[in-house]
């Protein structure tokens, strides 16, 4: 079974400061990644995602993200935070093959970046 | 631009009064989504269209159902709602093909159940 853990309910950062949202998970095959983000009362908004090739993918806003395989884990990251980074971010794996169209969503976590 | 519109944005039933939501798409995926998001949670898949299959997930409750009658249109149908059905519902759409595709989401209807 596919599974996705965001172990940080919350991030605080200040302006300009670099950022790191942390995920980690598990499936039986080959992970598709996605990273998403929401405002407040809106739907959730593509940042980016890992399938296959390069490491480090780059996504919208300047967002990036490491796949790690021996670490399970696909981290998000950007440089040099803004005020307007903050919103809710769900990170977020299929199971390639066995998964289907099924995506699991981590519960998210809340970036705060203070200016 | 191309993208995914919910209708209405709130909703507002009864207890036990059905309710439809709507969603359209004009991206021309094969493939939709309904979400059930509570309270920033993680959003929790009910069910997906790939064309015309429909997939259903195990704990979706019988409450809930769904119609797509063409390509650009789906529904959310609750049947008897109850207090525990208020929530955020996203549709989300991606192309169909298992290569990674990410999902494109509209903007959700907040129901409420009074």
């Known amino acids: 079974a596919q599974s996705v853990a965001q172990p940080e309910d919350q991030v605080n950062v200040a302006e300009g400061n670099p950022l790191t949202v942390k995920c980690t998970y598990s499936?039986?095959?080959?992970?598709?990644l996605f990273w998403y983000v929401q405002y407040p009362n809106r739907g959730l908004q593509f940042l980016l995602k890992?399938?296959?090739?390069?490491?480090l993918v780059k996504g919208s806003y300047g967002f990036e993200a490491e796949f790690n395989k021996s670490q399970t884990s696909f981290h998000l990251k950007k440089p040099s935070a803004l005020v307007s980074d903050s919103a809710l971010y769900f990170c977020?794996?299929?199971?390639?093959?066995?998964?289907?169209?099924?995506?699991?969503f981590g519960a998210g976590t809340r970036l705060f970046v203070k200016a | 631009d191309a993208m995914v519109i919910q209708n209405p944005r709130y909703q507002v039933t009864q207890f036990g009064k059905p309710v439809t939501l709507s969603c359209s798409q004009t991206?021309?995926?094969?493939?939709m989504y309904w979400y059930q998001q509570k309270s920033s949670q993680a959003p929790k898949l009910l069910f997906h269209?790939?064309?015309?299959?429909?997939?259903n997930e195990a704990d979706t409750p019988d409450n809930f159902q769904s119609r797509r009658p063409n390509t650009s249109f789906c529904f959310l149908d609750i049947r008897s709602p109850g207090l525990g059905d208020a929530a955020m519902y996203l549709c989300?759409?991606?192309?169909?093909?298992?290569?990674?595709?990410?999902?494109?989401f509209g903007p959700g209807t907040r129901l409420t159940v009074t």
């Open positions: 989300a759409t991606s192309r169909g093909s298992n290569e990674g595709y990410e999902q494109y």
């Open positions: 499936v039986s095959g080959n992970p598709y």
């Open positions: 890992y399938i296959t090739g390069d490491n």
């Open positions: 977020a794996v299929r199971d390639n093959p066995t998964g289907g169209f099924k995506t699991i």
């Open positions: 991206l021309n995926h094969n493939v």
């Open positions: 269209y790939y064309d015309k299959d429909f997939n």
